[in-house]
T-cell receptor, first 111, second 112 residues
Framework: LAKTTQPISMDSYEGQEVNITCSHNNIATNDYITWYQQFPSQGPRFIIQ???TKVTNEVASLFIPADRKSSTLSLPRVSLSDTAVYYC????????????FGQGTELSVKP | IAGITQAPTSQILAAGRRMTLRCTQDMRHNAMYWYRQDLGLGLRLIHY???????GKGEVPDGYSVSRANTDDFPLTLASAVPSQTSVYFCASRRTGRSEAFFGQGTRLTVV
């Protein structure tokens, strides 16, 4: 199974762009890359998903290089409310659909 | 309101007791999951079910059992609770592989 590795924590300031990179060296051909956000005392919520190149939605952008061994979640102009834990997942479509979360990256946005 | 509901919200349980955490979704999702989250750690998958009638083991299945008698319900049972099972438990569901997963509000379980 593909394992993901991401920084344990990151600090940023309001208004900055934040990039969180995740490595997934053993990603399989049919696996997708998905990011979730979790606030304290809440369950995670879906942010964005992609297979390759770039995906953008109203919340974030996801950059995936051609070899797909890593991905970068980009949060434009963060605010204090973006303080949360961000999880990178490789969706094991060919592994029976298990949804495995790694340790996540704790992002702290300061004023 | 459509969504996924967990019960109870919190529980204090004596060690050795049996406990079932309930999870119900009304979105007709095929797949359902149970996770535990310990303080300062990420989510660890306990058990999952890709469709009604089937279940599978996740990363930390020992001490837990699940059933999936129908599409909507996915209860998690602790046959004989131990203090190391003190945690916050999250249930999740999604329509198919790759699609967005929706999470419940969590159950905070304390085993004493």
């Amino acid at each position: 199974l593909a394992k993901t590795t991401q920084p344990i924590s990151m600090d940023s300031y309001e208004g900055q762009e934040v990039n969180i990179t995740c490595s997934h060296n053993n990603i399989a051909t049919n696996d997708y890359i998905t990011w979730y956000q979790q606030f304290p005392s809440q369950g995670p919520r879906f942010i964005i998903q992609g297979y390759k190149t770039k995906v953008t939605n109203e919340v974030a952008s996801l950059f995936i290089p051609a070899d797909r061994k890593s991905s970068t979640l980009s949060l434009p102009r963060v605010s204090l409310s973006d303080t949360a834990v961000y999880y990178c997942l490789v969706d094991y479509y060919n592994q029976g659909g298990k949804l495995i979360f790694g340790q996540g990256t704790e992002l702290s946005v300061k004023p | 309101i459509a969504g996924i509901t967990q019960a109870p919200t919190s529980q204090i349980l004596a060690a050795g007791r049996r406990m079932t955490l309930r999870c119900t979704q009304d979105m007709r999702h095929n797949a359902m999951y149970w996770y535990r989250q310990d303080l300062g750690l990420g989510l660890r998958l306990i058990h999952y079910s890709n469709t009604a009638g089937t279940t599978g083991k996740g990363e930390v299945p020992d001490g837990y059992s699940v059933s999936r008698a129908n599409t909507d319900d996915f209860p998690l049972t602790l046959a004989s609770a131990v203090p190391s099972q003190t945690s916050v438990y999250f249930c999740a569901s999604r329509r198919t592989g790759r699609s967005e997963a929706f999470f419940g509000q969590g159950t905070r379980l304390t085993v004493v």
